[in-house]
């Protein structure tokens, strides 16, 4: 039997990712972490404690950086694919890299490499560029938003892959069995919403408009930039959702850059160690951000 982990982003595109895997694999088991590409490395270096035999390592849909790439060269072989706009630091023959920026998806950068046809991978498209047009593609990422609401740690993990495992032919109406929880979740996201337009904080910097929420909270992105296009000021250069967190009584601030009018969001996520694309990208930084800190940096940044 072949040993096949997978590591896949937390979110619509990479559970869409292992889904297409799964199928190309006919179903065969995996084993499954669905995390980010701050804990990328983390997550590999867990994932090889105690085992005596390693196997094939998958990795999708997350930029890494030199450490990761090292972690996951402890597999015996590994396929990594990706749509983020980044350049491996560095070549392993037993490492082969899959990265291609300009398509939609990582799913659709999937179904292509393995030779996976699905309906799977409009959907991850719609939903990783914030373009959600078919009732499908609303009501997976809803589920997927619910579950990721409600569960967390390995609860959260083992969620996700059930859900993945059940799409993975493309049939999506095992979603109806989510309606009780994605209702729940639907009343906390109009709470959301709400706060959203009453919290924003706006801002001219230059020329760019600026639009920045901040929460202690984990939320879903595209809820704070599809809801600002209804302000009065939109459309907005650059979205700017600071979370703020505490790790190990250590302050994090997770940001995310989003835009209405295409700014390229990319060089500030950079600025601020983190990558992503040009337009929806994100960094993790290990201290407290302020917002005239950030109004600074897009001063200099944009001007
Ligand atoms: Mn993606």
Redesign the pocket.
């Known amino acids: 039997m072949r040993l096949r982990t997978v590591m896949t ?1 937390m979110d619509a ?1 990479g559970l869409i990712s292992l889904a297409l895997f799964m199928k190309h694999i006919g179903g065969a088991r995996v084993r499954a972490y669905f995390t980010s590409p701050v804990q990328l490395r983390d997550t590999i270096c867990r994932s090889v404690i105690g085992k005596k035999t390693l196997g094939e390592l998958y990795i999708f ?1 997350m930029a890494g950086e030199h450490r990761a790439l090292f972690a996951a060269a402890m597999y015996d072989w590994v396929v990594w694919i990706d ?1 983020h706009r980044w350049e491996p630091e560095m070549k392993l023959p037993h490492i082969e890299m899959v990265i291609d920026p300009d398509a939609m ?2 799913a659709a950068v999937v179904s292509k490499y393995f030779g996976v046809d699905s309906p799977l991978v409009s959907i991850a498209n719609e939903i ?1 560029t914030n373009s959600v047009k078919s009732e499908d593609a609303e009501k997976l990422r809803m589920t997927i938003g619910a579950i990721r609401w409600r569960y967390s740690g390995r609860e959260l993990n083992s969620r996700l892959y059930s859900l993945s495992r059940e799409i993975m032919n493309g049939d999506l109406s095992v979603l109806e069995n989510y309606s009780e929880l994605v209702s729940e979740y639907e009343k906390w996201v109009e709470t959301i919403k709400q706060k959203v337009s009453k919290e924003i904080k706006v801002f001219n910097v230059g020329k760019i408009k600026v639009a920045i929420f901040e929460t202690l909270e984990s939320i879903p992105v595209y809820l704070v930039s599809n809801e600002l296009e209804n302000h009065k000021d939109a459309p907005f250069d650059l979205i700017i959702i600071m979370i703020h967190r505490l790790a190990r009584n250590t302050p994090i601030t997770k940001l995310e850059f989003r835009t209405h009018t295409n700014l390229n969001v990319l060089k500030i996520a950079r600025f601020y160690g983190g990558g992503g694309h040009i337009m929806a990208s994100g960094a993790t930084v290990n201290d407290i951000v302020t917002i005239p800190e950030l109004l600074r940096s897009i001063e200099i940044l944009y001007s």
Do not use: K
Request: without cysteine; charged residues 45%; glycine residues 0%.
């Open positions: 982003h595109d849909d749509h998806s990582a990783d």
